[in-house]
């Protein structure tokens, strides 16, 4: 219950196109959804983030959709340019002041090609 | 930027070997995560720290693990006797207050155990 899921494993996107990476959840109790970035050799570095009382955040190219009933929320990064190339993980976060822990989804290897 | 960094890049040790994973979490952060990722695989949480204490930890983190705030500014993991499948990066993050829940993580360490 404590999963995340995240499709699709890897992605290929071509240059000014629209990339989606979607990410579900059991556990109704996760109240913070964030997105981190990561490349290679790097930690991960948070993106965006939203929370279940929205259903879209933007944030630039970075879009985030969150549908609570169906407990799915997605990433999509519009016009995705060749630095967009990373792996990206979802994550989902309980509120608990002090015991927060992220639980990350699997992970998505995005390659944006010319 | 205030980041969260972290010694060393990369650690090589033999099976049985213990090893010490330095961290520096941003300075004015007052809780202390370790998460660590298996070669392809997603990011784990392994434990979190708060008030020089153990806030919550995971079934990885078993009796082999002891975490450290040792001083003002730094905070270990260490691994008493290392096998084979602690070969890992092991990502430090850090967190601000209570209610804050971007966790920011540092560049991370990779173990590999012989």
């Known amino acids: 219950q404590q999963q995340v899921k995240q499709s699709p494993q890897s992605l290929i996107v071509q240059k000014g196109g629209i990339s989606i990476i979607n990410c579900a959840y059991e556990?109704?109790?996760?109240?913070?959804f964030p997105w981190y970035q990561q490349f290679p050799g790097k930690g991960p570095a948070l993106l965006i983030a939203?929370?279940?009382?929205?259903s879209e955040k933007k944030e630039g190219r970075f879009t985030i959709s969150f549908n609570k009933s169906a407990k799915q929320f997605s990433l999509h990064i519009m016009d995705s340019q060749p630095g967009d190339s990373a792996t990206y993980f979802c994550?989902?976060?309980?509120?608990?002041?002090?015991?927060?822990?992220?639980?990350f989804g699997t992970g998505t290897r995005l390659t944006i090609i010319p | 930027e205030p980041e969260v960094t972290q010694t060393p890049s990369h650690q090589v040790t033999q099976m049985g070997q213990e090893v010490i994973l330095r961290c520096v979490p941003i300075?004015?952060?007052?809780?202390f995560y370790w998460y660590r990722q298996i070669l392809g695989q997603k990011v784990e949480f392994l434990v979190s720290?708060?008030?020089?204490?153990?806030?919550?930890k995971s079934e990885i983190f078993d009796d082999q693990f002891s975490v450290e705030r040792p001083d003002g500014s730094n905070f270990t993991l260490k691994i008493r006797s290392t096998k084979l499948e602690d070969s890992a990066m092991y990502f430090c993050?850090?967190?601000?207050?209570?209610?804050?829940?971007?966790?920011?993580f540092g560049p991370g360490t990779r173990l590999t155990v012989l």
């Open positions: 300075s004015n952060h007052l809780y």
């Open positions: 556990n109704t109790a996760f109240d913070y």
């Open positions: 993050a850090s967190r601000e207050i209570a209610g804050q829940q971007v966790q920011f």
């Open positions: 994550a989902a976060m309980i509120s608990n002041f002090g015991n927060e822990k992220l639980t």
């Open positions: 939203i929370r279940p009382d929205v």
């Open positions: 720290f708060y008030n020089n204490e153990i806030s919550e």
